[in-house]
């Protein structure tokens, strides 16, 4: 089986030669993707010799920040922050990784490449990689981490991934193979890995989804549909683990935007090839646009989405502009125009720590897909005679536990309880203040997972606005419920029961013009003790106070007490005011009063060890506790 010839992934390449001459964003992605695949046709030079490792290991171990990939330099691995260098095994075996799945993600840009120009170098190289692969598949070593690992780079999902590039590109330049070559790349490749990707465990959900739709391209590639089948019904399939995983409102319930739309990203490649083929799996598709719509109404103002749990911090649309032009060119709604429209612009508050404050461009997918969105969208809106973005109000989701509460002032997003357990963080109640302009208080999600940063900090209650016990992590992880929400009135009310053994949180929320309000309750059920209460906000910016503070001895000793920085703390008895003050405005906490409160401020990280921020911890002793709080944000 094969995809009809007015169904094919691209439809029109003299529409693409025409984008390339017209617009200088096209050439730009154009010229950027035919240096950076003309490299890989002249250089590739894998060795089966090589073991593939786990990306996540390629970190700086002093200050957590990303190596930097140089695809040259397999034995250079330098901190794109510190500048320091690392050479250890596990840090090699991940640039394996790396180089081994860029050459895989060249097949598809090597197929683009080759539609454009016609130049037969680009499919020598396409042949040369799946070669290399069928030739080699039982001789790979890997070194991922135990329950994850890999046939040919590294672990199960590096595995997935790569299977989808290369069937992407296959796709494009099928028509160039020969029936022999086909062959021989389906029985000693990708048979072998289709077997693979059926009976392996994913490890977590989100990587038994990618490893059904690795598994689903292939049997519509090679017209094997019973590998479809078991893609949909086998173990793992998409009935079993995604039908679960996608909670009706459609987020994907691991609880992170970042693993939502990682999860979303196979499988979107997949429902493209279903569309191709005329492959019917209406469940299937449904399920994947939501998943596109759901993030565009829990985007803050500035175009920063919400991070809880596991991920990377400060992420926007612009991080997953290609999904949203595959998807958008595979079924064209309003919410996938917004979001493309957001996706090329600079962020409103200019450079972060990882975006820089020009427009990108965008890469491939948009050279093939997509447009010039924000002109799209102004000619969409003027045509319909509506607007597209998302109305400005508070919503929550009782099935994935979030609120977001907003006005024209600011926006506040909280995470009051957990579905599962994978890639959570103890943190439970939660939330991050926007106001002014800025995410002032954000989620810091986390670095690479093998640091001692996002085992000991990152993860932990400690890093978070939330409240600790007893000075432990909190242990468990428990749904939370929902106890009032009025949209009109910007305010919720939420609670949850043994977020420690007998221990009970509930947290009133509520939004308004120049403040947040906010009430936190921690309550016991059975054998009532008194207790360590630690309450815990993070804020951007420098902080200022009246309050008598000395310097005094990290207030713990593990569960990320010992990385608190510059320790500061005084006895307070009445109410009390401390301010984080930034260059254009600041933010006020003020506190009421509990006789034999101390209250401490600290220097605590953020993503990275070279960067911090204040926090504030207010202590207290009792069988139960209320803190009652509001952030002032009003200029």
Known sequence: MSSSANKRLVRDWEAIREKIKDYD????????????????????????????????????????????????????????????????????????????????????????????????AYMTYIRKVLNFLADNLNDFTNRGPAGFGGRFNGINLSDAVDICSILNGMEIVREEFTQDELIKYKTHFFMPMAHFMNVTPGGTPNIACWMKSALGMTGLFFGEHELCRLAAE?????????????????????????????????????????????????????????????????????????????????????????????IQNAFDEPAYRFALSECYVPLDNGATATHEALPPLGGLPRLLFGADWV???????????????????????????????????????????????????????????????????????????????????????????????????QPNRPAGKMVA?????????????????????????????????????????????????????????????????????QPGKADGYHLMQGVQSCRVDGDFEISWVLPDHKLTLTMKGEPGSTVYVFRGYEHRSDLLRWGVMVRRTGISAVYEASYHFAD
């Not at 330098?78 to 097949?107: F, K, M, P």
């Not at 565009?296 to 991080?319: E, K, Q």
Request: with cysteine; glycine share 6%; proline share 4%.
């Open 375 to 473: 002109a799209e969208r102004e000619r969409y809106e003027l045509a319909h005679g509506v607007s597209i973005a998302p109305r400005l109000e508070s919503r929550m989701d009782e099935h994935i536990h979030y609120v977001m509460l907003q006005n024209v002032q600011a926006s506040v997003f909280l995470k009051y309880g957990y579905v599962i357990r994978e890639h959570s963080h103890a943190d439970i109640m939660n939330f991050e203040l926007y106001a002014n302009g800025q995410l002032l208080s954000r989620d810091i999600s986390n670095s690479g997972y093998g640091s001692d940063l996002f085992k000991e900090w990152q993860r932990k209650a400690i890093a978070h606005n939330t409240v600790m016990v007893d000075l432990e992590n």
């Open 485 to 553: 929400f009025d949209a009109d009135g910007n305010s919720c009310s939420v609670k949850a029961a043994d977020v420690y053994p007998g221990v009970n949180y509930a947290r009133s929320l509520q939004l308004l013009d120049d403040r947040l309000v906010d009430q936190f309750a921690i309550t016991q059920t059975e054998e009532s003790r008194e207790r360590t209460f630690d309450w815990l906000f993070h804020c951007s910016g420098e902080i200022e106070s009246n309050l008598p503070f000395a310097p005094a001895e």
């Open 25 to 120: 964003w096209a050439s730009a992605i154009h010229d950027q993707t035919k240096k950076e695949t003309d490299w890989w046709v002249a250089n590739y030079a894998d060795d089966v010799s090589r073991t593939s490792g786990w990306m996540h290991n390629y970190f700086c171990d002093k200050c957590f920040a990303h190596l930097i990939f140089d695809k040259t330099k397999p034995t250079e691995h330098v901190c794109s922050q510190c500048g320091a260098h690392r050479l250890t095994d596990e840090v090699v075996q991940a640039w394996n990784c790396s180089y081994r799945g860029a050459s895989c993600t060249q097949v598809f840009h090597a197929a683009v490449m080759y539609r454009i120009h016609g130049d037969p």
């Open 234 to 326: 086998g173990f793992e399939g998409f009935r079993e683990v995604m039908f679960t995983g996608l909670l009706p409102s459609g987020f994907w319930y691991e609880s992170s935007f970042h693993y939502h739309y990682y999860c979303a990203a196979g499988l979107t490649y997949y429902a493209a090839f279903c569309a191709i083929y005329d492959y019917d799996f209406p469940e299937f598709t449904d399920a994947i646009r939501k998943m596109y719509r759901y993030p565009i109404d829990y985007v803050f103002p500035n175009g920063l989405l919400p991070s809880p749990n596991d991920g990377w911090p400060l992420r926007t649309f612009a991080d997953y502009a290609h999904q949203y032009e595959w």
